[in-house]
């Protein structure tokens, strides 16, 4: 028979079984114990993780930003039905070579001229361009699409 420890009410409570060393091996194998090394351990590597990715997110956030071109369409003239010039500003990072991929499009916006043009580095940070693109039939307009470092 156990013995009973007294309670704050004047009952009796049951003392607490003896583990057997089965049921002890049981626990371990199956992970029914709290270990606190392994918490610690569990919970130190969700740290580490999360500041790699925190870490990993601001590297390119700051990649993408460093290699920004800043674009400000100034205007277009349609020359004719087989030519149009787009004239821009274009703010590079500093002694950046780039490129610039501007287009003409027709009166339902579908593309009839296409040029790709690279730029050398330049001392100014901000730079005026015109270019002229020719067109397989008459545009309506002709803009920027994007540039790129190369």
């Known amino acids: 028979m156990t013995k009973c420890a007294p309670t704050k009410r004047g009952g009796r409570r049951r003392a607490a079984p003896q583990r057997t060393a089965l049921q002890t091996k049981l626990d371990d194998r199956y992970g029914r114990t709290a270990l606190p090394w392994r918490r610690r351990a569990f919970w130190v590597s969700v740290a580490v993780f999360a500041v790699a990715a925190i870490a990993y997110l601001v590297w390119i956030t700051l990649q993408n930003s460093l290699d920004d071109i800043s674009i400000a369409e100034t205007g ?69 699409k994007e540039c790129w470092t190369i």
């Open 76 to 144: 277009y003239l349609v020359v004719d039905e087989r030519a149009v010039t787009v004239s821009f500003q274009a703010t590079p990072p500093s002694g950046a070579r780039f490129a610039c991929a501007i287009q003409a499009l027709d009166e339902d916006f579908g593309v009839v001229g296409w040029r790709v043009v690279e730029y050398g580095p330049f001392p100014e940070t901000t730079r005026s361009f015109t270019e002229r693109v020719p067109t397989l039939a008459l545009a309506t307009t002709g803009t920027v």
